[in-house]
């Protein structure tokens, strides 16, 4: 993650999910931390009139082009405030339920990002990988959020200016270097108002959740069943806050929490990344081949702290126009933080990077980026930012805010501490202002919600799940002893068993239920 995003999904970790990347949420030193703000109030349970062409609407179902999936388009407001001023379309995908057993009824999925495509994740991941004894009793559906992928996308920079801004320096260590930065930091913001359109200013959690509920009604479920990872928990939260009555099955899964403001979400997220990197390192210095030095986790931190140091001033070939710098192979570390499945490559694009080739390391930043070989990138980044920009006062009003705030940074991680600092910078810019505030959510009145935390996450550290759970009235704390972000469908049977039961049977796992 470079630490310009919020957050990322876990399952196919660095390809069809959800990012949460620290900086990027671009949170709020303007809003003091705990519960400041006001929640946004319930929904009426009474239909608005307003909206009744919008919960009557009818999908036509089409072929998707990818087998036992189709493909619909659903409309909603562009404005809730203003129903008549305009729609989103948004892009919706499902499979049925594929037996044996009786159809319960739809089963939402979100992957996470902001910014990740739900669709994609469904189609890529969940409609064929989630467990078969809840594919077989639910439909398996998915709407891209406004903003994201194939719901009307945010735009912002092209291939080559996102390369360029990809590249620029996250650590700088004088005066031009914090002028650059900052400088690419507007040039984003000022990029993606230009070329977003109308949706800019629509694209809040809040909005998505109450598409979410028009969804829900035009698919006939009287109540709402969904799994939500990593920023897809802040969502779900979101849909049990304005709609406590329609919660059906609600699993969040790598929970954010949302009393906090975004200055302390960046903080405690960078402190995530250094768990998992030390995590990451002790398994490494036992191996005679680890790049970091086979001595201490301590030895192993110093060693890549240095590298990234070397790499500020003299960047090293990728077999391409773009070197590999401080900033790419910071991005490309993180990405691997996500699963500890990828550590082996991990091992091996750091052992190239540091002998002077930067092709593998390079290639794990592209694939957090969602850059393309052809020099594309998908609107991951740009919904992410539009997403959180929104949903939270930006966490620094400049870069003497900033400035201040690196020590607590580097006190979190001293490896990431002053890169994903400065990252948070990027809301500072942001041409549209933001609609939300951090707040705890309860959720009063709504059914049991299941929320899963894993001891050594790292992009939501599981303080934050621990958090929602207390915050939900009817909120249950699942755990998950390991590492990676989030639990579900990740190898533990005990996870798994747990959640596959809440789904299928309604019996919530007992509050504080620890599995490995």
């Given at each position: ?108 999925v979100n992957p996470g990002g ?11 991941y969940a409609g064929i990988g ?367 068993s747990a959640i596959n039961t ?15």
């Amino acid at each position: 993650m470079d630490s310009r995003r919020l957050l990322r999904t876990s399952a196919t970790a660095l390809a069809a999910a959800g990012l949460i990347l620290s900086g990027c949420a671009g949170g709020s030193d303007a809003a003091p931390s705990g519960p400041s703000a006001a929640a946004p109030p319930a929904v009426p349970s009474t239909p608005d009139p307003a909206l009744a062409s919008f919960y009557g609407q009818k999908l036509a179902w089409r072929d998707c082009g990818v087998p036992k999936f189709q493909c619909a388009t659903l409309r909603a407001p562009l404005d809730y405030a203003k129903p008549s001023s305009g729609e989103v379309k948004l892009a919706v995908s499902r499979v049925a339920a594929s037996g044996p057993g009786k159809r319960i009824g739809s089963l939402l999925v979100n992957p996470g990002g902001p910014g990740g495509s739900a669709v994609g994740y469904l189609q890529g991941y969940a409609g064929i990988g989630y467990p078969a004894p809840v594919r077989a009793r639910y439909d398996m559906v998915a709407v891209d959020p406004r903003g994201v992928a194939r719901s009307e996308p945010v735009e912002c920079l092209t291939g080559p200016q996102m390369d360029t801004y990809t590249q620029i320096d996250q650590t700088p260590d004088e005066a031009a270097e914090t002028t650059a930065l900052t400088t690419s930091f507007k040039g984003f913001a000022a990029g993606c108002g230009k070329r977003a359109g109308a949706v800019l200013p629509h694209v809040s959690t809040v909005e998505t959740a109450r598409d979410m509920d028009i969804l829900r009604a035009v698919l006939g479920d009287e109540k709402l069943t969904y799994v939500g990872a990593s920023y897809g928990t802040f969502l779900g939260a979101t849909y049990a806050e304005l709609f406590p009555g329609r919660v059906g099955r609600l699993v969040l899964d790598g929970a954010m929490d949302p009393s906090l403001p975004a200055i302390d979400l960046n903080r405690d997220q960078t402190a995530g990344f250094e768990t998992a990197f030390r995590a990451f390192a002790a398994d490494c210095v036992r191996r005679p081949e680890c790049p970091l030095g086979t001595d201490s986790v301590d030895g192993a931190s110093g060693n890549l702290k240095g590298f990234f140091r070397a790499l500020d001033t003299n960047p090293v070939p990728t077999g391409e126009s773009r070197r590999l710098g401080e900033s790419l192979a910071t991005t490309g570390v993180i990405a691997a933080m996500y699963d500890e499945g990828a550590w082996p490559q991990l091992r091996e694009a750091l052992t190239s990077a540091m002998g002077g080739e930067g092709a593998s390391l390079l290639a794990l930043a592209d694939s957090y980026y969602e850059r393309e070989p052809d020099g594309t990138y998908a609107n991951l980044m740009y919904a992410n930012a539009a997403v959180n920009c929104l949903d939270l006062p930006a966490a620094f009003t400049g870069p003497a805010d900033v400035e201040k705030a690196v020590p607590s940074f580097e006190k979190a991680s001293p490896v990431f501490g002053k890169g994903l600092a400065w990252a948070a910078l990027n809301c500072t810019y942001w041409p549209v202002p933001p609609t939300g505030r951090p707040h705890r959510i309860t959720a009063d009145g709504a059914a049991p919600i299941v929320v899963v935390g894993t001891t050594r996450d790292p992009a939501t550290p599981y303080k934050w799940a621990q958090s929602l759970a207390d915050q939900l009235a009817s909120g249950t704390l699942l755990t998950y002893e390991g590492d990676g972000h989030t639990a579900y469908g990740r190898g533990s049977d005990c996870i798994d068993s747990a959640i596959n039961t809440y789904l299928l049977e309604g019996t919530a796992p007992k509050d504080g239920k620890r599995c490995t």
